[in-house]
C-alpha cells in the first residue's frame, strides 16, 4: 500500500478515534479509500443525517471515493455484460467540473466548482475510463481528456494532484484513461517525455545491476535482489532520489507501462509474456519492465498467496486490494500461472473485506478473476457481479446519451481545484496526524478487521 491509501487510512482512523476535525482529518484522496476502509478498525459510514446520493453504489460515506468507487463499478459491470441504472451514470457525469476533472466528492453538484473544489487526477482518469466503457458521454470524457493533458508534469507523469510530482500510480491510472479514451499514451508528450518515460524512471533495476543484469545469479537468471526488488516500481523517489520498491505501485505501473487500464481481457497478456519468468528480461521496453515487475510480484506473492499492508502496525497483515490489483498485472504481463494462488486466497479470504469497504472492492475482485480467465459470478462458489450490484442502485438502461446533464451547474473553468501548494499544506498535516493517530491507537490496543 503507498503513501497515498495510507494518507486515506490516516483520515479514517482519526474520524473513528475521534482526534479532531483539523485538516488531515478532513480530507483525504479519493484512489485508495476503497482499500482505506478495509484497512481501519471501522470503516466509514453515512452518518444519520447525510444520506447515500441516489445513483451512487455503496453505503459508505463517499467523501473520499464517491467517484473512484462509481467508476470501478461501472467499469466492473461493463466488463460482465451488465448495464446499471441511469441514475448510476448520472450520478458520476454530475460530479463533473467545467474544467473537465473531477474531485472525490461533490456533495452538492448543483453548485459551482471554485477554487477549493479538491479536482484530482486519479477520480477523473477512473471517471474516464468507466465513462469510455458505458458511451454514450463522449463530450464529458473528452473535457476531462483535456484536462488530464493540460496538467501533465515535464517528466511526461503526473501526480496526484495538478502540479504534485509524478507517481507510479496516478501516471498509470491515467495512461489508462487515454488509452480508454482512443489516446495514444506514448504520443502525450511534454518537453519531450512520454507517460512511458516517467514510468521508467520509476522502475528498479531487475537482477541486482542494470535492467537485465544477470551476473551473480545462482537460480537460472534471478537473483535475491531480483526476488525481493529487483523489478518492482517505486512510488515516488525519495528525497534524496533513491528509489524503494513498492507493491502496490508496481501493480500499477505494469498495467500502466502496458497501456492497459483497470479491465484487462483474459489472454492479452500471452503476446507479452515470450519470456521466461524465471528470469528478468533485458532493456528497457515496456514490455520489458512489465514483465519484471511481473517477476517481482510473483516473487513476493510465493510464500503467502498474498501481498502484506505496508501500513505501520500492519505487520503481516494481508492487503487484499494490492492482492487483487497484483492478479490483473501478472495476466497482463503474461505471467498467468502465477495468479493460480493469490486467487485462491482471494476466493477463501474475500468476504469481510469486500463487505466493508464496499463496491470497489467487488470491482477489483471482478477485474482479477476476468484477467485470469475465471468467471466473476462463480469466485469459489460466490456471485461477485450479485454482491457488487447489492450494493447500489438497480435498473437497466441500454443506451446513455440520453442521460440528462446540466452543464451550467459545473464549475468555473478558471478557477477549478486546489492549487499544489493547499495540497502539500493538506498532506504535511496528514503527516503530523498520522503519528497522533498511531500513538493513541497503539495505546488502545485496537485491532485491525480483517479476512
Known amino acids: 500500500m503507498n503513501v497515498r491509501r495510507s494518507a486515506a487510512v490516516v483520515a479514517v482512523l482519526v474520524a473513528t478515534a475521534g ?194 543484469d544477470k551476473s551473480g545469479a545462482e537460480d537460472g537468471g534471478k537473483s535475491k535482489s531480483a526476488v525481493k526488488d529487483g523489478g518492482a516500481f517505486a512510488y515516488q523517489p525519495d528525497k534524496k532520489g533513491a528509489l524503494a520498491a513498492n507493491a502496490d505501485a508496481t501493480a500499477a505501473a505494469v498495467l500502466g507501462i502496458l497501456g492497459e487500464g483497470f479491465v484487462v481481457g483474459a489472454g492479452s497478456g500471452e503476446r507479452k509474456g515470450a519470456a521466461s519468468f524465471d528470469a528478468c528480461a533485458s532493456g528497457d521496453s515496456p514490455e520489458a519492465l512489465a514483465h519484471n515487475g511481473a517477476v517481482h510480484l510473483a516473487g513476493a506473492l510465493t510464500a503467502d498467496g498474498y501481498l502484506k499492508s505496508s501500513l505501520a502496525g500492519a505487520k503481516d497483515q494481508p492487503d487484499h486490494g494490492n492482492t487483487a490489483d497484483a492478479v490483473v498485472a501478472l ?68 443506451d446513455y446519451s440520453s442521460v440528462p446533464y446540466d452543464d451550467t451547474t459545473a464549475g468555473d473553468e478558471a478557477g477549478d481545484g486546489l492549487g499544489a501548494g493547499a495540497w502539500w499544506a493538506i498532506g504535511l498535516g496528514l503527516v503530523v496526524v498520522a503519528a497522533t493517530a498511531g500513538f493513541v491507537l497503539a495505546k488502545a490496543g485496537r485491532k485491525r478487521l480483517q479476512a
Open 331 to 398: 495476466a497482463a504481463a503474461g505471467d498467468v500461472d502465477a495468479t493460480g494462488k493469490p486467487l485462491a486466497w482471494l476466493e477463501k479470504n474475500y468476504g469481510v473485506w469486500a463487505a466493508k469497504a464496499g463496491p470497489a472492492a467487488y470491482a477489483q475482485l471482478v477485474f482479477a478473476a476476468h484477467a485470469s480467465g475465471g468467471d466473476p459470478r462463480d469466485f469459489g462458489g460466490a456471485d461477485l457481479v450479485a454482491q457488487l450490484k447489492d450494493t447500489g442502485p438497480a435498473g437497466e438502461v441500454s
Open 19 to 212: 482526534l479532531g476535525t483539523g485538516t488531515g482529518a478532513g480530507f483525504a484522496p479519493a484512489a485508495f479509500a476503497a482499500d482505506a476502509a478495509s484497512e481501519a478498525s471501522t470503516a466509514p459510514s453515512a452518518s444519520p443525517s447525510q444520506a447515500i446520493p441516489t445513483g451512487l453504489y455503496g453505503h459508505n460515506d463517499p467523501t473520499y471515493d464517491g467517484v473512484w468507487r462509481q467508476s470501478l463499478t461501472l467499469l466492473a459491470l461493463d466488463t460482465v455484460g451488465e448495464k446499471p441504472g441511469a441514475a448510476a451514470v448520472q450520478w458520476l457525469v454530475g460530479q463533473q467540473c467545467a474544467s473537465g476533472a473531477f474531485p472525490a466528492y461533490r456533495a452538492d453538484a448543483t453548485a459551482k466548482c471554485d477554487a477549493k473544489t479538491a479536482v484530482d487526477t486519479n477520480s477523473t482518469a477512473a471517471a474516464i475510463q468507466a465513462l469510455a466503457a458505458v458511451g454514450g458521454q463522449d463530450a464529458e470524457a473528452g473535457r476531462a481528456v483535456r484536462w488530464l493533458k493540460d496538467n501533465q508534469n515535464e517528466d511526461g507523469g503526473w501526480g496526484y494532484t495538478p502540479g504534485g510530482p509524478s507517481d507510479a500510480n496516478s501516471t498509470s491510472v491515467v495512461i489508462g484513461a487515454l488509452a480508454a479514451a482512443g489516446d495514444a499514451p506514448e504520443k502525450q508528450k511534454k518537453d519531450g517525455n512520454s507517460p512511458y518515460d516517467a514510468l521508467r524512471a520509476l522502475a528498479l533495476p531487475c537482477g541486482g545491476g542494470e535492467t537485465g
